[in-house]
């Protein structure tokens, strides 16, 4: 290389994130032209990564690859055993990992690498990430077999619970933070009511669990509450007045959009997540 040519090269080059690495008071400090092209650079480093996932082929069957997820526990009970079942099957070799991180931390996370996919209620997504619906849920009530308020009322499974009843029989609640109000709540405060939360938990297999062995009620996602009623003798009903629909929906950063191992993971989630559809009711 002559003189002239190395002379011609930029003498401050630029971190991809935007910085310059010249030195000012002792910390990296960003120049209009650095903050100009961080978006040109981002852009052109994620259509070579997508080309090269592209390029990249893979085989179930041989394949020993690890893929992370992200999902509560709603997830890791209602899907998990499901696609276990399904990936040992075609892929013995693969590996599936799955992680719990809140809502707020999941998109961070696909960005950096550490998760593949996320499952997740309906999110506002930045334009990077891309997503599919996978099935909608809702809330039901469950109570354990032989609830005296139940079978004391006459109120039968699948019906609707009355409003009164609802509010007056304490509850468990499913809340991450330890709030004692959920999605039902403000629908109850515009009637003028509220019910009676005596328990949270931070995970809907535990309310679950403490409706079967009490005489609580809960409120869990009605395809979570049909897997488990049968085998915790459970009771479902419906909720006094119509719970919010929920579109459960997985998400990936875009740059794996073609990485055909990224794909056929999607593929299997779809696959085990096809419900059959169900009313916005209890038949």
Known sequence: MNGA???NLPAHPIDIDGR???????????TP???????????ALLQIEEALAASSAFD??????????IGSDYFSTLLMPK????????????VLQMMDYPSADVFGLLSDRKADIALDRALETPEWIASQKLFRSWLVCIA???HPVMSGGGIRPGEALPAKVFCATPQVLRSADGSRTGT????????????KVVITVPHFQAVALAVA???????IPVHFAHLVADRLELDIFMPPMESPAMDVTMYWHRRLDRDAGNVWLREQLAAVASFEPKAHAIA
């Open 5 to 7: 040519s190395v002379t």
């Open 20 to 30: 310059d690495r010249r030195r000012h008071d002792s910390r990296k400090r960003r």
């Open 33 to 43: 032209r650095a903050l100009q092209l961080k978006e040109p650079v981002r852009r």
């Open 60 to 69: 179930p069957g041989s394949s020993t690859r690890s893929f992370m997820l």
């Open 83 to 94: 696609l276990a079942a399904r990936v040992t099957l075609i892929a013995p070799s693969t």
């Open 144 to 146: 354990r077999r032989g």
């Open 184 to 195: 039902i709540d403000p629908a109850l405060q515009r009637l003028g009511l509220s019910r």
């Open 213 to 219: 062995t009490s005489d609580l009620l809960g409120s």
